[in-house]
């Protein structure tokens, strides 16, 4: 066997592993407790049924971040939190955001003029309810977060405007 007829063996065996397996790799910043970066890694997407995500989350965090819901202004659990520490993806455990980046909007929604990683949130054009947004969700799992809008003050002038029912927070230094 040449070296060529090696090397499409290879190939036909990669794309193989590849249409027989569901998981498809993302790549993620992970970060410590303590908010520092453990750099980037590929990992597996999480992919779960309607079910397995109804019983993992509240129903109102089911609604907000598998179809596309949002929390009443003033009733998320995080808007007043001006605690240290980090915010993570309530489905798959994602850091998402700092509360370094975290300030008071006056909207009664999370607000933040960051993601903790630019890696670890997508930003799709969402045309619904007539407006032209931005949704925000999280790289690994699909969840959808909020939306980010321009208004937002110093040094990107965006604000993340997140659903706290999709967040789970742990002071700095804390699992
Ligand atoms: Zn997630």
Redesign the pocket.
């Known amino acids: 066997m040449n070296r060529r007829s090696l090397l499409s063996g290879a190939v036909v065996i990669a794309f193989a592993r590849k249409a027989h397996s569901a998981a498809e790799l993302v790549e993620i910043e992970s970060f410590g407790a303590n908010g520092k970066s453990l750099g980037l890694s590929r990992v597996e997407k999480?992919v779960k049924s309607e079910a397995e995500w109804r019983v993992q989350l509240s129903s109102l965090a089911f609604e907000v971040t598998r179809k596309d819901g949002t929390e009443r202004a003033f009733t998320g659990p995080y808007w007043d939190n001006h605690a240290d520490g980090i915010y993570r993806?309530v489905?798959?455990d994602?850091a998402l955001f700092d509360s370094k980046t975290k300030y008071d909007s006056g909207t009664g929604w999370s607000s933040f003029f960051a993601p903790i990683s630019k890696t670890n949130v997508v930003e799709n054009a969402d045309m619904s309810f007539g407006m032209r947004r931005v949704a925000v969700s999280?790289k690994?799992?699909d969840?959808h977060l909020g939306h980010v809008f321009t208004d937002g003050p110093k040094p990107t002038g965006l604000r993340y405007c997140i659903n706290g029912v999709t967040l789970r927070f742990a002071g700095r230094g804390q699992a």
């Open positions: 999480i993806c489905c798959c994602t999280c690994r799992c969840a």
